[in-house]
C-alpha cells in the first residue's frame, strides 16, 4: 500500500513525494516503478493493439518485425525496453553530473526517474486507452498530449533531483530534458510503436 500511496502522492504533491521516496530503498523503489509503468501498458495498451489487430503508426525501424506481428512482439519487449532507458538515462544524468564536479549518487537518480515516469502514467493510460477505443492511436491530438505529459516528467524529475541530489530546479529539469529526449524519445522511436 505504501507504493501506491506514494504513487499519489506523486500526483497531487510531487515534492512531499521525492522527500518521502528518499526514505525508500534505492534504487529498488525506482525499478518496480518501471516495471509497473511498463508491464502495465504492455498488458493494457499494447495487448489491446494487437487482440483488435492494429497496425503500428509509423513503420518498424526493426525490419525482422513484420508490422502485422510488431505488437505482438512490443508486449514482450516494452518492459525490458523500459528497464534499459532507465538504466541508461540515470546513467547519463550520473555521467553528467560527476563531470561536473558533483557528487551524485546512481541509485537516488534511478529512484527519481522510476518514480517520474510512473506518476505521470494514470493520464498516459486514460488517454491511450480512449484513443485506442477510439481508432485514432498516434493520430490526431494524442502526440501533443504525450509532448505535454513528457514535459510534466522533465518537471518531476527536476523535481525530484533538486530534492535527491541537492542541484536547483532548472538545472536538474535540463537533465530530466536530457533523460526525456535525449535518451527515452530517440530510443522509443526506434523501438516503440
Not at 5 to 14: C, E, H
Not at 30 to 49: E, K, M, N, Y
Not at 115 to 125: D, E, G, I, R, S
Not at 159 to 172: C, N, Q, T
Amino acid at each position: 500500500m505504501a507504493f501506491f500511496r506514494l504513487w499519489l502522492r506523486g500526483i497531487t504533491n510531487p515534492r512531499a513525494a521525492f522527500d518521502e521516496l528518499g526514505q525508500k530503498p534505492a534504487p529498488a523503489w525506482g525499478f518496480w516503478a518501471i516495471v509497473v509503468r511498463f508491464v502495465i501498458t504492455s498488458l493494457t495498451s499494447i495487448l489491446a493493439l494487437h487482440l483488435l489487430n492494429r497496425q503500428p503508426f509509423v513503420d518498424s525501424y526493426l525490419t525482422f518485425l513484420p508490422a502485422d506481428r510488431y505488437y505482438a512482439a512490443q508486449i514482450f519487449f516494452l518492459p525490458i525496453f523500459g528497464l534499459a532507458g532507465w538504466l541508461l538515462g540515470g546513467a547519463v544524468v550520473h555521467l553528467l553530473l560527476r563531470l561536473a564536479g558533483k557528487p551524485s549518487s546512481l541509485d537516488w537518480i534511478l529512484n527519481v526517474i522510476g518514480w517520474a515516469l510512473l506518476t505521470v502514467m494514470p493520464a498516459v493510460w486514460l488517454l491511450d486507452w480512449i484513443a485506442i477505443a477510439l481508432d485514432v492511436y498516434g493520430a490526431g491530438l494524442t502526440p501533443l498530449v504525450h509532448a505535454a505529459i513528457s514535459l510534466w516528467e522533465v518537471a518531476l524529475i527536476g523535481v525530484g533531483l533538486s530534492k535527491m541530489e541537492g542541484i536547483r530546479f532548472w538545472p536538474a529539469c535540463l537533465l530530466g530534458l536530457i533523460v526525456k529526449g535525449g535518451v527515452l524519445i530517440p530510443l522509443a522511436a526506434i523501438f516503440v510503436r
